[in-house]
Every structure is written in C-alpha cells, then in structure tokens.
C-alpha cells in the first residue's frame, strides 16, 4: 500500500463473564497475570504497536463487559472494529454454547460492509485447568460451521499460545482493513453533491 | 441436554457455589495465587485499599493538612448528627456532603441519610426471608460468585477468598437479585454494595442497595435493569450539555468517534467507583 499513514487496528474480544478476556490481553500487551482483575464494566482497551509483515501497525484492543445485557451496550465499542474475538472457557459449557449468540449479536450491531467476510478468531481459553469440557474437535468444528475461523487454545495465566493468537489477530485485521481500502480505491472520483460543476450538455440522465 | 438435566445441573452448581461461602476460608480449596500477597502491614492506606508498594514514610504535608481538616470536620459533623432534625442542619447538610463525610463518620450519615433504621423496621425478616430463597433457587449465583471473586481485592476485607466480608458480599447481592426481581443483578452492583459494605453490616447494605435503586432521589433501578433505560438518558443529557457547554470539545469527540459511553460509564454507573479517589 502507498499510504504512509500510521495503521491502527482495532479489535473486539467478546465473550461470557469469567472466560479470561481481561486475562488475555493483559497477557498480550503487558505479558503478566494476576487475579486482581475486576470485572469489566461497559469496556476497556489497551494498544500495542507491532510488526506484521514488515509493516509498524498499532493493535488497539478492546475488552467489554460478559454479562449477556450489556450487549445492548455494544454499538459504541463495535464500531469500526477489524476483527473480533470470540472467547470461551474450555472446562465451562455454557460459555462454548453462548459463542452463537455473541457473533450474531457482533454483525448485527456492528453491521461490517460483509458480514460473511468478516474477520473473527475463536480462542479456548484456560487449558491449564482441568477437567476439560471442550474438546478441540468440538471447538474445530464449530469454526468450520462458521467460514473456517481460526482457532488457537490458549492459557492466560500461562501465557500459552497468546502471542500467536494475537499475532493472527493482527493479520486478519490488516486483511480486512486491505480490503475495505480497496473497496473505496473502486471509485476513481469522488461524487461531489455540490452544484459547482455545471452538467455536461445532454449526457445526463436526469435531463 | 433436555430442561430437567439443565434446571437439575444449574441446582446442583448454585448449591456448589453457596456451600462453598459458608463453609468459608476452612477446608475450601483455595489455588495459591487466588489470594494474593501483599505486606498488609507496610501497604494499608486509611480506607483499607493495600497498596502494591509501601506507602512513603514520609508524610506527605498536604497528605497532614488534609487529614486536619477532617478532624475539624469531624467535629461539624458530630455535633450535625446529635441535632439530625434541626433547622441548621438542614441548611448545613448539603454543602458539608459536598465537602465530603469524614471517613469516620460515613457508617452514620449514610445511613441517616438513606433512612436505613425506618425501611428495615418496616420489614423485619424480609432480608433473611430472602437469602433462603436465593439459597433455593436464585439464577444469578455464577455471576455474582465470579465478581465477588474480583471486586476490591486490594482491600483488607475483600483480600482472602472466602473472607468473611466476600460472604456478606455475595449474601446481599444474591438476597437483592431475589428482592428486586426486575433488576436481578447486573454487574457493576457488586461494586456499589462493596463500598457499603465497607461501613454498614449486611442486612444495612442491602436496604441501603435498596434505597439507591428506588427511591426516586437516586433511582438507580433504571440504571442497572434490562436495557439500561436510564443510562442512556444520561449519556443523551450529558451530550446536550457538553453541546451546549463546550460545543468545540464536543464536535471535536463526535469527529474522531468519541462516544460518550466510552468515557462516562462509570460516573453514572458506579457512582465514579475505580474513576475517583476514596478521600
């Protein structure tokens, strides 16, 4: 791309209360973990500048609330996201089987141009802990069900698999922005909608 | 999975869940760095809050003038609170709470003011009435454990897993998800009781949740509930008045996609907890 223009690329972790979302980036961005995490309320974010095939871009990342009421809330955070992150707890059901509703939940409200084009990455998270309740086949074939959505496990609290997980985070995000570019570099000229320009004599259409 | 296996297995966690807080800090499995480890002694700021380095030895003489404030106001207050129904507190009142409530004295005023003594008169046994049902039936005990288990931590009372404090904690809010069925409990409470519980026993705090949601001087009811009602007026009128106020601050947000949520939240939904000193 010709642009010089500083990247940013925002992304979205979503996922039930308790999966580890706060945990995850915290590991990303400033690669430590603790249990003095409080609950998110509405969201938070973190930035990270890093490299991704040669280029400097920075990753901004957003953290929100896993209570199921505040995704009412979440047409301010979504907005203009690049890519999105589901997130589960692989010894707790409940929070693989809400993963439907929270992608769902995400197109609708963040309305991308695509919507089956649109960039998510799954991640089951604590596979430090035992006993497991999702297996990697079941969480493999979910994202097959859903256009192939890359799938990582990964620990938190063990910094397992984390920095590549954001890694095809960052990748996918910069895909998507790409194409978005691209689709706006179609139309070689702006439509004004001022009156300057004086109609050409005839060719028209509204004449 | 059919309904009975599903209602059956949520039974069977909510009972996991309650057993484990009243059974406490003995015999409960506690994973080692669940709880974390500060030098409580060297650490403990005024209000409770451990802070990860050792407060400097050093008084800080701001740190000294402001806590001599306190003590004169402290004796305001004292002799406010023995003539709570005078004229002159009445005229007084506001501009001292604005000054802010010498720490000391917080477990009194708030309760006076959010008449605490006549709403638990008025319904003797209804706060145990309702920590049965919860125990029996409530829906909303894995959320409530998980934030009891992250809110205020770096407090001397809320430090251990399990403490007695984290009980109450969890009481209140799973007795008031039960009390106020329209609300129920959504995140962000836990912080609002944990403060109060800081000052007041528990059966006090949960009148004092109560009072905050429905009294129609705070009603924070439509702040919490399904949909966020209240919220979003907030956020409409505090964008009218940076509008109007400060339009440049105002334009210059909306151009580069500054929402007002992302920055106000708190204010309104936890009572600035986590935005503004406790002092």
Avoid at chain 1, 1 to 25: E, Q, Y
Avoid at chain 2, 143 to 158: A, G, K, M, P, T
Avoid at chain 2, 195 to 215: N, S
């Amino acid at each position: 791309m010709a642009s010089r223009k500083k990247t940013l690329l925002k992304v979205i972790i979503l996922g039930d209360s308790s999966v580890g979302k706060t945990s995850l980036m915290n590991q990303y961005v400033n690669r430590k973990f603790t249990n003095q995490y409080k609950a998110t309320i509405g969201a938070d974010f973190l930035t990270k500048e890093l490299t991704v095939d040669d280029r400097t871009v920075t990753m901004q990342i957003w953290d929100t609330a896993g209570q199921e009421r505040f995704q009412s809330l979440g047409v301010a955070f979504y907005r203009g996201a690049d890519c999105c992150v589901l997130v589960f707890d692989v010894t707790a059901p409940n929070t693989f089987k809400s993963l439907d509703s929270w992608r769902d939940e995400f197109l609708i409200q963040a309305s991308p141009r695509e919507p089956e084009n649109f960039p998510f990455v799954l991640l089951g998270n604590k596979v430090d802990l035992e006993p497991r309740a999702i297996s990697s086949k079941r969480a493999q074939q979910w994202c097959q069900s859903k256009n192939n959505i890359p799938y990582f496990e990964t620990s938190a609290k063990e910094g397992l698999n984390v920095e590549q997980a954001f890694m095809a985070i960052a990748k996918n995000a910069l895909a998507q922005q790409n194409s978005t570019v691209d689709l706006y570099n179609e139309f070689p000229d702006q439509i004004k909608l001022t009156n300057t320009q004086k109609p050409s004599g005839g060719s028209g259409c509204c004449q | 999975m059919n309904e009975d296996d599903l209602l059956k297995r949520s039974a069977e966690e909510r009972e996991k869940i309650f057993k484990r807080y009243e059974q406490g800090r003995d015999g409960a499995q506690i994973d080692p760095w669940e709880d974390p480890g500060f030098e409580v002694y060297h650490a403990t700021d005024r209000y409770g809050f451990i802070h990860d380095k050792r407060l400097p030895s050093k008084v800080d003489p701001q740190e000294t003038k402001k806590v001599q404030i306190e003590i004169e106001r402290q004796r305001k207050w004292l002799k406010m609170i023995k003539n709570w129904d005078s004229t002159n507190t009445k005229e007084k009142l506001a501009s001292r709470v604005y000054k802010g409530i010498p720490n000391s004295l917080r477990s009194d005023v708030w309760c006076k003011l959010l008449q605490i003594e006549i709403i638990k008169k008025e319904n003797k046994g209804k706060y145990a009435e309702m920590m049965k049902l919860a125990r029996k039936y409530s829906t909303d005990a894995r959320q409530i454990d998980s934030d009891v288990n992250r809110q205020f931590r770096e407090h001397l009372h809320y430090r251990e897993r399990y403490s007695i404090k984290q009980l109450s904690l969890f009481n209140v809010l799973t007795a008031y998800a039960m009390y106020n069925s329209e609300v129920g409990y959504c995140q962000g409470m836990s912080g609002l009781a944990g403060v109060l519980l800081m000052y007041m026993d528990e059966e006090d705090a949960f009148w004092a949740v109560h009072v905050l949601l429905t009294d129609p001087k705070y009603a924070m009811h439509g702040l919490y509930k399904e949909g966020f009602p209240k919220l979003t007026r907030f956020l409409a009128h505090h964008d009218r008045i940076l509008m109007k106020l400060l339009p440049k601050v105002k334009k210059h947000f909306d151009r580069h996609g500054l929402d007002a949520i992302l920055y106000s939240l708190k204010w309104f939904f936890v009572c600035f907890i986590e935005r503004m000193e406790r002092g």
